[in-house]
């Protein structure tokens, strides 16, 4: 808001701010909750290992961003740019360095920007654990959605602890969209949507007066992170009201306007000033097909089988209405893909990264019920430790799949950034080319590094950031001056003997070439 006004972002009065709220929050849901605190110890339990082990699994590249692509170059420049200006974007012209970021909602990378302010870091060492936390917090969201739903007649703990095992099968879409696939903004935006889902589920068991601005709260913290997934979660409210024909239409209307207006409200906001965002659905790109290779069958069939119990009781029945919202919202960004020439339905392919909760919740759901019957034909089994062996049956063989996944070299390590900081302060950019293994990582160093232009000069040119053309100009006569090298150990003999070494930085380096060989500044 102050950003709507006029007023730079002034981190630690944000802090205060949200400290205040959360505080006043915490104390109005306490006296609302009712104690439980086996329940609450697991879902801390859960939460804290799930971020520590995504912590551990970035520990060895300094907590940097492991995933590639050009996706993560753009989050990054866009975090640079509100840390060097405190401001966000609404100046048009910066699309040449910013592309279709400048119409991005930037929830996610002012997060970064301010925890790495409050932390005295930077966005870009703090983006990752960032995004960690919120994914170790919709585990742990998880797991009391589907504790919710889970009987009292049966370990609750443990079969909803389940739900989150689960969601390590379809590992590209859990963990994998972060830490290979770049997708900040969609990944935090789950944590807000599922909490959406937390809030609507609680005003279905119950005409609960907190759950409409608990609803718009979660709800706008969504949109301003990735508002893709506000579609779903409002047909979603929809139909639940629709389905509670036992209350007046006006107090339905009304929870109904609490729940959406705040919404509808903040998405008029931006769309006022960021009219680019609205071409977002019909935008192109590459995303993973959902087919029973990639997610594993044995994730698929007991979803279905729990999604069809889910749909025969109506306690559970907001699993089956949001994997529906989500299915309407997919076929609705599959025609507007095709309409807008798209090569593949690249938002209506995400939409599965979103409904693999519910179907973890549903696969739960139904083992519990087995688990159930099972034990009144063995009562002897009738015990939270058979249950919690379940899990850990489960977790192990979850487990092993993520295990066995492979893992690329990261394209941001801090050799390189110190490299690339030192370049940008001693040297002119124009100057400067790119001896990297991986051609992202050379798009990183000139666009959220060296802070060039996306738009325009050479980064329109395909062959400044192909490692193997960068080889052949240093080999040849005619290269630009300098280059960031990021390991010296692997270039080719012909180069290492024509060059010499202007600054170190473990294997990396900035690098000059000898004699007058060289190419004008670009």
Partial sequence: MADWIGLPIAPFVVLAAALAAALAAFAAL????????????????IVA?????????????????????????HHLALIDYIEQHWRLVHDVRLSDYLGEMI?????VHLLAALAGRWLRRDGLHLVYAVVACTVALKAGVVFLIARRFVPDDRPRDAFAAIAVVLLLVPYRYSIGSFVEQSYFAQVVSELFALAMWWTLILWDERPWRGAPPLFALYGVAAFLTWPVWIGPLLLSLAVVGLMHGERSIRDRLVDAAIAAAPIAAIGAMHAVRHPGGLRMAG???????????????????????GVAFAASRRRTRPIVVLLLAIAAQAAALTVTARASGAAAPYLALKMFYLAIYPMAIATALLLSSIFRVATMRAPRLRSPRTAWAIVALVAAAAIRAVAAAPRPAPVVTEPVLEAGEWARANL??????????????????????????????????????????ALVRWILPGSLQYAIADDLDALPRDIR??????????????????????APCQ
């Fill in 30 to 45: 306490r006296r609302a909750a009712a104690s439980d605190r086996g329940a609450a110890a697991t879902c801390a339990a």
């Fill in 49 to 73: 290992a799930a971020f520590a082990s995504l912590l551990w699994r970035a520990a060895a590249n300094r907590l940097l961003p492991t995933s590639s692509g050009p996706d993560l170059v």
């Fill in 103 to 107: 119409d991005y909602t930037p929830g």
């Fill in 283 to 305: 935008t192109g790109g590459f995303a993973i097909w959902p087919t029973p290779s990639e997610v594993g069958w044995w994730f698929y069939v007991p979803a279905a089988f």
């Fill in 428 to 469: 002119s950019p124009a100057c400067i080319d790119y001896l990297t293994r991986d051609g992202y990582t050379a798009y990183w160093l000139h666009l959220a590094v060296l802070r060039q232009p996306r738009a325009s000069g050479r980064a329109t040119i395909d062959d400044t950031f192909e490692p193997q053309k």
């Fill in 497 to 518: 003997g024509n060059i010499d070494i202007v600054e170190p930085f473990g294997r990396a380096a900035v690098v000059r070439r000898r004699g007058a060989a060289v």
